[in-house]
Every structure is written in C-alpha cells, then in structure tokens.
C-alpha cells in the first residue's frame, strides 16, 4: 500500500501537491474573479449498486457507512448500519424507546458488483446465515491501517459502540448507549481486542463526551502520528441544561421546555460535527483527547448530521451531510438531508467550502395527480460514505441514498425512507475547484521538486500557468482543450530554484477547472 488510505497524500511519492483554492494568494485580488465550488460528480448509471432487500435490512435508515479498498488485491469492504427488531438491545431516551442497531457487512471485486456473505457470527431470528457482523451497535468507524500497522494481526481498526466482540464474552456489556471502545482484525471480519474508552457514566457530562451514534470516520494522520475519529458533538454549547437535541419529531428538546431545558438553552442544542484524536499513534494503548466541536452551524434549521472526514494533501476535507431541521414530516420533498463539502487547514476547524452548493447532488422525485410517478434512490437523503477511493483515472464516491423524509413512516408505506448504496465519480483530486473565467495568483510555494505540475479540466478552453521569481516571469506551455492529471508544464524548469519560493499565476477560461497544484519529478 502506497501511503496511508485514504490515499490524497504525497507519502512515498517524489512530488507535493495542494489543493488550488487553498493556497490563493488573498492580496490578489483578481483571484476573485474566479468562483471555488464543487467538482462535477458524476452518478454511476447503473445506481443503485445494491438496497436493502435482506428481510433485516428494511430499515437501513442513515446507514453512515465505512467503505475499504485495498489497493494491492483490488477488493472493497463495506461496513453499513441497520435497524431491526430482529437485533440485539433497544435504547430508551426520554420515555422513546429506539429500535435497535446492528452494522453488516458487503464486499466486491470491483466495486460495482456487491455480494453480502453469510458470516454465521450472530443470529438474527435464530438464522446465522446473514451478513451481521456487530449486533447491537449504533454506530461504527472502520479502517484499513495496512500502511502505518506493522503488526498484520491489527491491520483493521474499529471505534464504536462496540462492545459485544463475540470472541470476548467477558466483555459482553449488554447494550447501553454510548459506551465506547475499539476493536482490531486481521481481515476485517473476524475483531479482537476490545478495549473499552468510555462507560456510560461518562455521558452524563456531555461536553467533551464521545457519541457513536453518528461516527462517520476514523483515520492515521501521519503529520500528527495520532489517530482522528469523527462523529456527533451533540451539544456545542457550554450551557445546555439537560436538553435533548433539537431537532426531533418526538423526544426532542422543543417538546421539553421547562426549568432544566429553557428555550434558550433547547435553541443551541443541535447537531453539530465533533473530532477527537488520540494522544498518540499506537492504537492499542493510546489515550483519547475530549470530543471537540470543529463545526457547528449557526442556521439550526441546517444542522450538520454527520461528516466523513480525510486528509487531503496540505489540507483536510469533509463530506458532510446536512439535516433541514423541523422540516415537516412523513411529508415527501421535506426533511431532507444534502451532502456538502467543508474543508480545514488544521484537522480541527472546518468550515464549509461553497456553503449551499451540493458534492452528491439529490436525485428526483416526481408526483402525478398527487401519488408518486417517478423517485430516484437518493431522492431525499445523502450520507457519504468514508472513505473516497483514489483510481487511476477518477475518484469513486460511495454513498447511502434514501427515497423518503428523514422523518418517514413504518415500512410499507409508500413514503417509507428506503436506504440504498450508491456510486458516484469526480475527475481525478477533483472535490474543489477554482473554476473560470479569470487570473489567479497563489501564495509563495517552496519549490520541492524540479517540474511544475496542475491537475485540471480545460475540457473546451485552456489553462495558461506562469513561474514568478524574483520579478522574473516563466511561461509554461498552456494546457488546451483536454483534462490532466499532475501534467507537467513544460517550458518552466525549475531544478535551479529547488528550496525556493515561487508564485504559479493562471489564467483560467470560462469552462476551465483547475483542482490541484504542484511540484515532481519528470517520473514519480
């Protein structure tokens, strides 16, 4: 494996890369001429990949899920929840009693074609031939360390709810919301070595406190030797009395105001993305930091429900899902959940790229005469799965897409929120980009390596690259008509400034879209 997955780094490769629109030189203000937004993803034509049609996976809800590739031998994991009656335990908050959750397991060959093996682990109406692989949990991160761990036996690493490892009993707990631990394997399948790192004692201070019930990814940071895991910060204020969340159509703090929950108080109890890391980068012994708030939206009718966090060269992204809060429910068109963008220099701090622009656009729905004539998969609900898959010629997106409200009905009925697994694909480091028409300028970049290099769509227009050093100007031959990936432009040598700081100035065409940055070798 070259590099830690996911795989947007420049370890073991002779270059260094940056994201375009993050390294704009703000002085300049033509930069602001040109727009940053989304890269175009592309929705696979034969979406859905697979639905939830095992009898356990009618309600596969928000299925905030872990997708795996490995490089070497070609095959993709995938880790997805579910909710049944059929599983283990079941959660009460305030008098509502939540069905419970089990996460099951998916693998393919080529990433389109999927097949759910029995496991014969655990037993869901006395059956063993399901995929069931955790049975009673909310909510799981999974990760594949094969660079970083040099031990094969704990190559996967899991954080969650997991506490009911079936090769450990002793560490059967039953099931109580949000008790914490971590788990690893050597395939992905069979887990050892649980490791408990939070009880339920623990929650009762919720500031600082992990939740599992949104973990959407966990990751080894190479710049911080530490381990990163993003899930919910349930509460991001300091003084939320005992508030639930706001917003739920029952249970919610809105339908609990009183003297331990004001109004006040219930108005900044929303969802919001939380982070924690480890202390350091073993796994197994570290010690785990506070869960801090690194995003929190200030319209609490846009809540940020869950994010798939990764490195991405020089800066960190997220694909973050956002929930339309006190939407009506069981109402189609309403109660949506959109998948955006956020970006962040430090890993901590994020914050939307294009705020209210759609990465994973929603499908259609249409209605005739009032009933239902045409519903994409993903017409309502969108949570990105962790973590993209870096190809040769594109990066895959995968993704949960849900046809009904987030709020929606008993299975059965025809508004029922059915969860499906989906597939998209962008140009290659193509999430952001600075697109035309316009010039822009970057900020002083070390010169690491003696070619300079872009990564770009000048599909119908062009993308002309100037060195600037020293008041003295190089011209690169332009890239026209055609899209690239790390193209060297040739006409500027820069073996000569190696350790020095240069300025790339572009002029970019209207239909132009440049998302990466750089310096390499001629052969990396």
Partial sequence: MSGPSPGFTDIDRARSTYAAFSVLDPEYKQNEACRIVPGKLEKWKGNPLFRGDN???????????????????????????????????????????????????????DGLKWTKPDLHVFKWNNLSANNIMFDGIEGIAIYDDGYHEKNASRRFKAWGDI??????????????????????????????????????????????????????????????????????????????????????????????????CTEAQCNNTVRAIGLATSVDGNFETTQWNPNMKAMVNNDKRQQFYAQVTFPFYNIYLGIVSIFAAGDPVDTLGKDMVRCELSWSTDGENFELVAPGMDFIPLGETILKNGTIWHND??????????????????????YMGGDGPHYSPAYGDPVHRNTSFGLGSIHPDGFVAVQGPGHIRTVPLEVTHPWAFITADATGGHIRVSVEHNNRTQR???????????????????????????????????????????FRNFKE
């Fill in 377 to 398: 998969f993903d017409s309502h609900i969108c949570f990105a799965a962790s973590y993209p898959v870096q190809l040769e010629d594109e990066v895959r997106v995968y």
């Fill in 163 to 260: 506490f009911n490892v079936p090769d450990y009993n002793k560490h059967k707990l039953g099931f109580i919301s949000q008790v914490v631990g971590t788990a690893v394997s050597a395939d992905g399948i069979t887990w050892t070595d649980y490791r408990r790192i939070q009880g339920q004692h623990d929650t009762d201070v919720m500031q600082g406190s992990y939740r599992p019930a949104a973990t959407s990814s966990l990751y080894y940071d190479p710049k911080k030797d530490a381990y990163t895991v993003t899930q919910r910060a349930f509460r991001p204020c300091l003084d939320c009395g005992h508030c639930p969340i706001w917003w739920q159509h029952t249970g919610g703090c809105q339908n609990h105001i009183g003297d331990q």
């Fill in 476 to 518: 690169c031959w332009p890239i026209r008509n055609r899209a690239v990936n790390r193209q060297i432009l040739r006409g500027c040598k820069l073996e000569k400034l190696i350790g020095q700081q240069v300025n790339l100035v572009m002029e970019l065409s209207p239909s132009a879209s440049l998302y990466t940055v750089g």
């Fill in 55 to 109: 009898e356990w996976e009618h309600d596969l809800n928000n299925a905030i899920s872990s997708l795996l590739y490995d490089e070497k031998t070609g095959k993709y994991r995938l880790y997805y929840p579910a909710v049944d009656k059929g599983f283990q335990g079941n959660q009460t908050q305030l008098g509502v009693e939540f069905p419970p959750s089990s996460v099951l397991y998916a693998e393919s060959d």
